[in-house]
């Protein structure tokens, strides 16, 4: 009989420990949750085709000043050129997820600012300019984060002009949980001849995104707005 109670108590005893591992997996589990849905994945696309490539340091500042200097553990932030054929991993010139380590994030995020760097003294200027095929390179990677807030920002003049033969069709859910801004959006000789181009070029970019599932579309020229625009959507 002592030995029967004996096997009952220690059976008893694995059963508290199996369910305190299981409740302990539980809440790591819901803490990695939590951290998700308050990450933020941020991708930012800068356009080297025509005149706007010679934003390309002005793009790079705001980047590190606005963005990369305000990342929080755990952050995401994709950096992808657009030139005449986008559409290509060779595009994506810099990526990093910030460690929750402070040492560690602090020598990411200064690897990430030395490498923007070479990407803005590079002589690089497209002839065609792939805003879509950079875009759906961008969604491709938000897509495989696990960050509750997910971010687009295109640096470009917005007037996109395909190779021949390239096709770019969003779907439906291209932009799903992703939110969409347009910055810093040079107005082109034609648009100040005639304001109508501007605007019209402007509302058919909006149309395309929110059909294609986006979460919001903002036009922003003040850059100094980018910090409280990602600490809102947390």
């Known amino acids: 009989m002592n030995s029967l109670n004996a096997i009952k108590d220690r059976s008893r005893r694995r059963c508290r420990g199996f369910s305190f591992a ?20 941020v991708c930012v696309l800068a356009d080297v085709s025509g005149t706007y490539a010679d934003e390309k340091e002005e793009i790079v500042k705001i980047t590190k000043s606005r963005i990369v200097s305000k990342m929080l553990p755990g952050d995401s932030l994709f950096f992808i050129r657009i030139d005449s054929n986008s559409y290509n ?28 760097d070479e990407f803005a003294q ?18 491709d990677h938000l897509n495989t984060t696990k960050s509750g807030n997910r971010i687009l920002f295109v640096f470009s003049d917005m007037k996109e002009e395909l190779k021949p033969n390239l096709k770019r069709q969003f779907a439906a859910d291209e ?41 919001s579309w903002g036009v922003f020229n003040d850059s100094a707005r980018i910090p409280d625009y990602i600490q809102q959507l947390r």
């Open 175 to 215: 932009f799903e949980n992703i939110h969409v801004a347009a910055m810093n959006v040079i107005k082109l000789n034609a648009d100040s001849a005639n304001p109508k181009v501007y605007r019209d070029r402007l509302s058919e970019w909006e149309e395309r995104i929110l059909n294609a599932g986006a979460h």
């Open 22 to 41: 299981v409740a302990f997996a539980t809440i790591l589990l819901q803490g990695c949750s939590d951290n998700a849905a308050y990450e933020a994945a």
């Open 89 to 116: 991993e060779d595009d994506l010139i810099a990526n990093l997820q910030l460690d929750y380590t402070p040492s560690k994030a602090n020598q990411q995020k200064i690897a990430m600012g030395s490498r923007l």
């Open 122 to 139: 590079a002589e690089t200027r497209s002839r065609y300019t792939d805003i879509s095929g950079a875009m759906m390179l961008c969604t």
